[in-house]
């Protein structure tokens, strides 16, 4: 699959908005949280997206921001002429009253890190 491929198929997948490209090989997308599950096991069955290096939330008085790095670093996506690594920026968009979504643990392979106290 090239990353044009990819694009055309973000942009007709359900709960998908706002789609831009950042660099060459960056997308970032709005993703719908009713849809999180499922778009998830997609990029990583059919789109090659086997690691997420960061999972981070933003206040965003007086919702928050839920944003996902997914990396796919085998070189599956062609970017360009290139197999190089690639990496979807996935923002989803969550109420304060419920900020509740479905763990993206046992879909991809995901770098745990520890708060350290000094």
Known sequence: MNFKELQKQLKA???????SLVRDNVIKIDLERSSSKDFFIKMKEECYFEHCSLITAIDNQPNFELVYHLSCLSGELKVGDTKMAAMLEVHVHLERDSPSIDSVRSLVRCQLARARSF
Do not use: A, N, P, Y
């Open 13 to 19: 997948m359900e709960g998908v908005s706002k789609l």
